[in-house]
């Protein structure tokens, strides 16, 4: 069954150093494309990731899950220093919410 390349996750960003629009693909990391325009960038990405998984599945690999059809369960672990561990947990108690509330919140902010 072959996987539909328009459903990755695409970005198109001007990059200074090289003075043309480059575009990536989130689930392949390793692939970009350089052009004058966005649009031709966009193009280009699109096109290079769908020889890829062409080629990934000519050759029995797995191509990579869109980011966009992955289930998530809403927990992550973060390792932190202990006094930001110790500030937040004081921050928490000062504002009668859990250490989790008030993590989530400031993510949901930024």
Known sequence: MSLNSD?????I???E???EFVGLCIEFPSL????KSPEAALNGIRRIVKKAVQDMENNGEAAPAPISGRSFSGKFVVRIPPEVHRALAIKAAEEGISLNRLVSAKLTSS
């Open 13 to 15: 960003s001007w990059s």
């Open 32 to 35: 970009s494309w350089l052009a």
């Open 7 to 11: 459903r990755y996750t695409y970005r």
């Open 17 to 19: 150093d090289d003075r």
